[in-house]
């Protein structure tokens, strides 16, 4: 069923306003949008062989190596996060590309229902790819790095889910990428162009740390409390906490922020402006 059939079809049902029945159209067009379950699934992929990669090159012979096993284990979420910001970009960007926006807003002349129930999806589906990464990149963790020198004779608690700070570590991310996506998917309503859309967001993850870098620690230690991938990923560390910028669950409101005030700025022009 094409597109602009589903939206004639369930016009009446969003005509009334329905959150419901927003979210059955935007799941559909989801499931029917060119490259959503590629990149789902390049997600999921990419982040937990990263992962992998880098449990197999971390190595702690000696005790207190400096290395946390989480944050390694979790390596993959730094690229997996660019792939969570295109989806979300997608998401509105390719209504706008072809025009289907018009039938959307046509169909649903509530603006606010239609950003909701695209957040929701766009939201549901990268919490679930992000689980199956995050799950696949911790069990290979628990698996390769006792042999290489994470053990309890070097000061390293088991790597496991059942601790605490490793399953903090665990759920964060996954909510991480969620967050990522949002951020994506409001910077996007609010340019209507994927490429910029996603290169803003780019430019916000991965800028900031550089940026500190250039600028000293002064500087640097400002950028990680309130930049949104240095905050954000505050909440994969389980070892040195009192060295961190920010505190985990902070940082990770830090980056709900973030995507919240992007939702606010991309709603407000998706009311302000025609189609």
Same mark, same amino acid.
């Given at each position: 069923?094409?597109?602009?059939?589903?939206?004639?079809r369930t016009a009446p049902t969003a005509r009334?306003?329905?959150?419901?029945?927003?979210?059955? +159209?935007? $799941?559909?067009?989801?499931?029917?949008?060119?490259?959503?379950? $590629?990149?789902?699934?390049? !997600?999921?992929?990419?982040?937990?062989?990263?992962?992998?990669?880098?449990?197999?090159? +971390?190595?702690?012979?000696?005790?207190?190596?400096?290395?946390?096993?989480?944050?390694?284990?979790?390596?993959?979420?730094?690229?997996?996060?660019?792939?969570?910001?295109?989806?979300? +970009?997608?998401?509105?960007?390719?209504?706008?590309?072809?025009? !289907? %926006?018009? %039938?959307?807003?046509?169909?649903?002349?509530?603006?606010?229902?239609?950003?909701?129930?695209?957040? %929701?999806?766009?939201?549901?589906?990268?919490?679930?790819?992000?689980?199956?990464?995050?799950?696949?990149?911790?069990?290979?963790?628990?698996?390769?790095?006792?042999?290489?020198?994470?053990?309890? +004779?070097?000061?390293?608690?088991?790597?496991?889910?059942?601790?605490?700070?490793?399953?903090?570590?665990?759920?964060?991310?996954?909510?991480?990428?969620?967050?990522?996506?949002?951020?994506?998917?409001?910077?996007?309503?609010?340019?209507?162009?994927?490429?910029?859309?996603?290169?803003?967001?780019?430019?916000?993850l991965y800028l900031a740390p550089i940026i500190?870098?250039?600028?000293?620690? /002064?500087?640097?230690?400002?950028?990680?409390?309130?930049?949104?991938?240095?905050?954000?990923?505050? %909440?994969?560390?389980?070892? /040195?906490?009192?060295?961190?910028?920010?505190?985990? $669950?902070?940082?990770?409101?830090?980056?709900?922020? $973030?995507?919240?005030?992007a939702l606010l700025a991309g709603g407000l022009?998706?009311?302000?402006?025609?189609?």
């Amino acid at each position: 069923m094409s597109l602009a059939v589903h939206a004639a079809r369930t016009a009446p049902t969003a005509r009334r306003g329905s959150l419901q029945g927003s979210l059955h +159209a935007e $799941w559909t067009k989801l499931r029917t949008l060119p490259g959503a379950v $590629w990149l789902l699934v390049v !997600m999921v992929g990419l982040t937990a062989a990263l992962g992998v990669a880098a449990d197999a090159a +971390a190595h702690c012979p000696v005790g207190r190596c400096g290395l946390d096993p989480a944050k390694t284990s979790l390596t993959g979420i730094y690229a997996g996060q660019a792939v969570a910001a295109i989806l979300g +970009a997608a998401v509105i960007t390719a209504e706008y590309g072809t025009g !289907m %926006i018009r %039938i959307t807003l046509t169909a649903t002349p509530a603006r606010t229902a239609v950003l909701a129930a695209k957040g %929701i999806i766009v939201a549901g589906l990268t919490l679930a790819a992000g689980a199956v990464a995050v799950l696949g990149s911790v069990l290979a963790g628990q698996f390769m790095l006792p042999g290489h020198g994470f053990t309890a +004779a070097h000061g390293f608690a088991a790597f496991s889910l059942s601790d605490g700070p490793v399953l903090r570590a665990a759920a964060g991310s996954v909510f991480y990428l969620a967050l990522v996506a949002l951020l994506s998917l409001g910077i996007a309503t609010a340019v209507r162009d994927s490429a910029v859309a996603v290169g803003v967001v780019l430019g916000l993850l991965y800028l900031a740390p550089i940026i500190g870098l250039i600028a000293g620690p /002064n500087l640097d230690r400002h950028l990680d409390q309130i930049a949104p991938m240095p905050a954000g990923l505050a %909440i994969e560390a389980t070892t /040195n906490l009192q060295t961190l910028a920010i505190s985990p $669950w902070a940082g990770l409101g830090v980056v709900a922020a $973030w995507a919240a005030g992007a939702l606010l700025a991309g709603g407000l022009m998706l009311r302000l402006r025609d189609a």
